[in-house]
């Protein structure tokens, strides 16, 4: 079947270390994203990637990193210059640029300990 | 002004009810419209996409766009209690590539 893979499903992150989230799809889509939602709001845009080896910063790309080598790849490094990195992580990816319809992964849930 | 505006409920109807969800966005040269729903926890799924003005109609939901007044809802005609989630509102411009979401509207269905 095909989906988008985030794994781990959960994440606890200690003060100082960066984690990474992984994203994989076998959807064969061109654009890739990372949504991060805090309780009580909206999706937020982190980064999104509309081809290989291409991103751009979304809304709240301060503290994170992203990666596109493979187009079935787009995964996300929380730093530690992310000061309050607790919320639920979701990569999303739709066919084409102009695609405008997203499909999303599981999420992560990330947490601070 | 937050750019799309939803209601964030909860909002209760009984089951067998029509349930009504509003949103409101500030970009006018948005072009697409989408409603998404999500289970607590769960990830969103795309269940309705409206781009012109007007109703559009798929089995039980009916999304609703008005560009004029920067309106969009989301009617659920014999609402069932596994209609019970979050319903997200999300907006994209005219040659943007960012989809903008709202806050979403709980919806609870009472058996």
């Known amino acids: 079947d095909g989906g988008i893979t985030q794994s781990p499903k959960y994440l606890f992150r200690k003060e100082g270390q960066n984690v990474t989230l992984s994203c994989e799809q076998n959807l064969n889509h061109d654009a890739m994203y990372w949504y991060r939602q805090d309780p009580g709001q909206g999706l937020r845009l982190i980064y999104y990637s509309q081809i290989v080896n291409d991103f751009q910063k979304g809304d709240i790309a301060e503290g994170y990193s992203v990666s596109r080598e493979k187009k079935e790849s787009f995964p996300l490094t929380v730093t530690s210059a992310q000061k309050n990195p607790t919320a639920f992580y979701l990569c999303a990816s739709s066919a084409n640029r102009k695609d405008e319809k997203l499909f999303f992964g599981s999420g992560t849930q990330l947490s601070v300990l | 002004q937050k750019e799309v505006e939803q209601n964030s409920g909860p909002l209760s109807v009984p089951e067998g009810a029509i349930a009504s969800l509003n949103c409101t966005y500030s970009?006018?040269?948005?072009?697409?419209f989408f409603w998404y729903r999500q289970y607590s926890g769960k990830s969103p799924e795309l269940i309705m996409s409206?781009?012109?003005?007007g109703d559009k109609e798929d089995g039980r939901f009916t999304a609703q766009l008005n560009k004029a007044s920067q309106y969009v809802s989301l009617l659920i005609r014999d609402s069932q209690p596994s209609d019970s989630a979050t319903y997200l509102c999300a907006v994209k411009g005219g040659g943007g590539f960012k989809t903008i979401f709202g806050a979403g509207t709980r919806l609870f269905v009472k058996a």
């Open positions: 970009d006018r040269g948005s072009q697409s």
């Open positions: 409206i781009y012109s003005n």
